[in-house]
């Protein structure tokens, strides 16, 4: 791993766990002031909206990065791209205001209008993150999210303190897309003067429309558990459900987007640098090891303290979420490698194999999940669990087939890795049965636990890739 990619991953990490503990800060707020009826109205308009957002923007922001051509057509891209999502905006802000007009209950319609409307703000500001990373600017992008989430966070504090109520996770989400776009626009400087090729532009609707379909089964499979638990339990389970599966996606998405993102940048710069015919190789097996020793005692530690976890964040009514957030962060750890064979893929020329590995992935997902809903939200995350671990051979296939990436060698590589998890879990469980014997209280065994468990397997790894780690410490170290 080169040092750009060192500090660009660090970076990327940075911004993502500030944007989680920017989140979970005016979640934890949010639960002392509003109701559970407020914040379920907010989280339903919010996935409403999140499904627009998706079908309008999806695969944009790819195309600027996987175009090959001396000249990227970009005032097409921008002005095809933004037409679609304020389209897709202005069906949002319509369908809210007509839930308004029918007589909807609750503030629903006015959340879903409110924030379908900042919809083709986003996608602008998706545009100038594409070109930003083409550009292997990932550290600017994320100064701006850490910028950004910041100032949206004291400005959703500020409105539940002065008792605005629901209205400040809206004035958290505009603040947020407000920010992000002026800071984006200042640092790309990609606002093309208006004007339609109509051959750039049906090639770039080709090229978006198969990601498209993959980002509506991945909403689909992403909130499919919650829909099915609804319809065969009841809004208690989904509610456990959905509590838990917001706790590790605060560690999963410290991993998928700056994942993402590190992956499409690193890949293309080598692809650049490279003759016809290139394959990711060794660059994609340097990205999934490093990964790996991130993810490994991430999700595996939740998964040993999540019950701990519930009784200091939660409280003890939320005790039935422990063994749904053990489950489902075992879950997520498999399915990261699933995240790099997007990149992996588009740039070997064979984006068709997206649209079939998801369709794939949420067939069994959906499957499974109508089999194990009716033992309740364990049931659910058990089939999230399984669904990746039937899904990762395939995705492993792809890799090795069309970008040459060597997963036995990357298994290879991460033997000691794995003897470190294993320390790691040893550590954790002699530390929670001492502090059950000695009566500690639960945020100290939790913060006892993460620091003997981290502090082992970081000296574990030091121990066992020095180079690797050299290289990583220059990086952060490096003027």
């Given amino acids: 791993m080169s040092l750009n990619t060192s500090r660009a991953s660090a970076w990327s990490f940075g911004a993502r766990l500030v944007a989680q503990i920017s989140g979970m800060l005016l979640l934890l707020v949010g639960a002392r002031v509003l109701s559970a009826a407020e914040l379920g109205f907010f989280a339903l308009a919010s996935a409403v909206?999140?499904?627009?957002?998706?079908?309008?923007?999806?695969?944009?922001?790819?195309y600027v990065m996987a175009w090959e051509g001396s000249r990227l057509p970009?005032?097409?891209?921008?002005?095809?791209g933004l037409g679609v999502a304020s389209a897709g905006g202005a069906a949002g802000v319509l369908g809210g205001l007509g839930y308004v007009w029918l007589g909807g209950d609750g503030p629903f319609g006015w959340l879903l209008a409110s924030l379908s409307a900042l919809i083709p703000f986003g996608a602008v500001t998706a545009l100038q993150y594409g070109i930003l990373t083409r550009d292997?600017?990932?550290?600017?992008?994320?100064?701006?999210?850490?910028t950004s989430d910041l100032i949206a966070l004291a400005a959703g504090v500020a409105t539940l303190v002065d008792g605005g109520g629901?209205?400040?996770?809206?004035?958290?989400?505009?603040?947020?897309?407000?920010v992000s776009l002026a800071a984006?626009?200042?640092?790309a400087r990609w606002v093309p003067p208006f004007a339609l090729e109509r051959a750039a532009a049906l090639a770039a609707v080709s090229f978006v429309r198969r990601l498209t379909a993959t980002q509506l089964i991945e909403f689909a499979k992403t909130y499919g558990a919650e829909f099915v638990l609804a319809l065969v339990l009841g809004a208690a389970e989904v509610g456990i459900y959905r509590l838990a599966s917001r706790v590790v996606g605060a560690i999963s998405e410290l991993f998928s987007e700056p994942l993402r993102m590190l992956s499409w940048a690193t890949l293309s710069r080598a692809r650049a640098k490279s003759d016809a015919g290139w394959k990711p190789g060794a660059d994609g097996e340097r990205i999934v090891f490093s990964t790996a020793l991130l993810a490994l005692p991430s999700f595996i530690g939740l998964s040993l303290v999540a019950g701990r976890t519930v009784q200091v964040l939660m409280g003890e009514d939320w005790a039935a979420a422990a063994p749904v957030i053990a489950v489902l962060a075992i879950a997520r750890l498999f399915a990261l490698p699933s995240i790099v064979a997007e990149p992996m893929l588009v740039l070997v020329g064979q984006v068709r194999l997206l649209p079939l590995i998801t369709v794939l992935s949420s067939a069994v997902s959906v499957l499974l999940l109508l089999g194990l809903a009716p033992y309740g939200p364990v049931g659910a995350a058990t089939s999230q669990l399984l669904s990746a671990l039937l899904t990762l051979p395939v995705v492993i296939w792809a890799q090795v087939r069309y970008a040459e990436v060597r997963w036995a060698s990357i298994l290879h590589e991460l033997k000691a890795a794995a003897a470190a998890v294993a320390v790691l879990a040893a550590a954790v469980a002699a530390v929670s049965w001492k502090?059950?014997?000695?009566?500690?209280?639960?945020?100290?065994?939790?913060?006892?636990?993460?620091?003997?468990?981290?502090t082992i397997y970081a000296g574990l790894i030091f121990l066992s890739y020095r180079a690797y780690c050299r290289t990583v410490l220059l990086a952060f170290l490096r003027p």
């Fill in 49 to 62: 909206a999140m499904l627009i957002s998706r079908l309008a923007e999806a695969g944009w922001t790819q």
């Fill in 166 to 178: 629901v209205l400040a996770l809206l004035v958290n989400r505009a603040v947020m897309t407000a």
């Fill in 136 to 146: 292997g600017r990932i550290g600017a992008i994320a100064g701006i999210t850490i």
């Fill in 184 to 187: 984006s626009v200042a640092v």
């Fill in 435 to 454: 502090a059950s014997e000695w009566h500690l209280p639960s945020w100290l065994s939790l913060s006892a636990c993460i620091v003997v468990g981290g």
């Fill in 74 to 80: 970009a005032a097409t891209v921008f002005w095809t």
